[in-house]
């Protein structure tokens, strides 16, 4: 992890960031297989090094605040570009550039000039806000109570991608009078422990494991009123799922390409494909359609994600209205839910083109399908069509949170 004191590149424009990402991606594609393969038991450091001194992750941070103020065009196709190498490192800054978001809408300037200065120095913000064991996501058991000279954080939280090499951690808990509040804590800070238990079947490198807070300090002046983000219109959601979905379009296009070279270099033609003529297995007619097939959806999701995006440009991170706030979390949540399908999809068919050769546990092609189906289940697709087609149908406002 870049650190304060040391300065991340600046990226001031569109091409300048998209580039760097691509060099990211170009750093992380040798040791993709190993560190899926690693999971948990290898943090990865380098490769987490390389993103947080390419000045990618504060490509968010306002102009006003130093920063270069891109936007969610650039956010969304640096998140697409990562993850189709390592959707699990790709996923690591998600929670960041959300906290970058809230900071700028709700965050006062002294806050402001402490989290973006360290962001600009390629430091990064970690995730503590999901639980295991409520009765459901939003069933919050971590509490914020007044002692010493400040506050006092108890709790316990789940799903923490990015905190273990972070610089700050993101964390959600209800105040004395059960108010959901936001509290950042310094990642080293006596009474945090940052576990490694992260073990599942996809995007293994995210080491999204237990973090434990007990009775740990909080300042007065790292606290925000996070309940009131989400009782008036806002955006910060929808460029939260927004990357979610560039991540999903990133692991269907990587699988793709992986499709495409399996076929163009290694894949032989079924003895049905020969009788048929086919000298190659990419001359074989099916081969020929389910693979126009999947490149066309494929394509279809990266059009859905660009505009998505555009629409979040033309809206602004304050939207004017409830109404142009849904306009945006409907085309984010479109873009999401036929994306993650895709995403699946393009990791099944990967085997049902290139043949049984393509499942040597060698080759690690199926990480593909493990991240895609893993990442997919974040948040349910069919409440995502439900709310595009309540609003279409009888102009029933989508809900007001994050999820969506």
């Not at 969610?72 to 190498?85: D, F, M, Q």
């Not at 200065?117 to 459901?136: M, Y």
């Amino acid at each position: 992890m870049t650190g304060p004191g040391s300065v991340a590149d600046v990226l001031t424009d569109h091409d300048a960031a998209v580039a760097a990402a691509r060099q990211v991606a170009a750093a992380w594609a040798p040791g993709a297989i190993e560190r899926d393969r690693a999971g948990a038991a290898v943090v990865p450091s380098d490769a987490l090094g390389a993103l947080d001194a390419s000045g990618v992750t504060a490509i968010t941070v306002p102009a006003a605040d130093g920063g270069p103020g891109l936007g969610p065009r650039t956010l969304a196709e640096v998140g697409r570009i990562l993850a189709s190498v390592d959707p699990a490192l790709a996923q690591v800054p998600q929670s960041h550039f959300l906290m970058v978001d809230v900071l700028a809408v709700w965050g006062d300037d002294a806050l402001r000039a402490r989290l973006y200065a360290d962001a600009l120095a390629g430091a990064r913000i970690g995730n503590g806000l999901a639980e295991r064991g409520g009765r459901h996501a939003q069933d919050l058991k971590t509490r914020l109570v007044a002692g010493g000279d400040g506050f006092r954080l108890d709790g316990r939280k789940y799903y923490c991608t990015g905190t273990l090499t972070s610089r700050w951690i993101a964390v959600s808990a209800l105040a004395a009078d059960d108010r959901l509040v936001l509290a950042f804590v310094d990642r080293d800070a006596p009474g945090v422990t940052v576990d490694t238990d992260w073990d599942v079947m996809g995007q293994r490198a995210t080491i999204s494991g237990t973090t434990t807070f007990e009775d740990v300090a909080v300042e007065p002046d790292l606290v925000l009123d996070y309940a009131h983000a989400f009782e008036v219109p806002q955006q910060l959601g929808a460029r939260a799922q927004l990357y979610h979905a560039a991540i999903e379009v990133g692991i269907a296009g990587g699988a793709l390409r992986e499709t495409r070279g399996y076929l163009r270099e290694r894949a032989r033609p079924s003895s049905e494909a020969v009788r048929a003529g086919a000298a190659s297995a990419a001359e074989d007619p099916h081969v020929l359609h389910r693979y126009g097939r999947l490149a066309t959806r494929v394509r279809a999701a990266e059009a859905l994600l660009a505009d998505a995006a555009a629409e979040l440009e033309a809206i602004g991170l304050v939207p004017a209205d409830a109404h142009a706030a849904a306009r945006g979390s409907l085309a984010v949540a479109q873009a999401k839910a036929f994306g993650s399908e895709v995403a699946v999809e393009a990791g099944s068919e990967l085997f049902a083109l290139c043949g049984t050769s393509a499942a040597d546990a060698r080759l690690d092609l199926d990480r593909h399908w493990r991240n895609a189906r893993t990442h997919s289940v974040h948040d349910p697709v069919d409440w995502k069509y439900h709310h595009v087609a309540a609003y279409d149908l009888a102009d029933l406002l989508p809900p007001n949170h994050g999820q969506l």
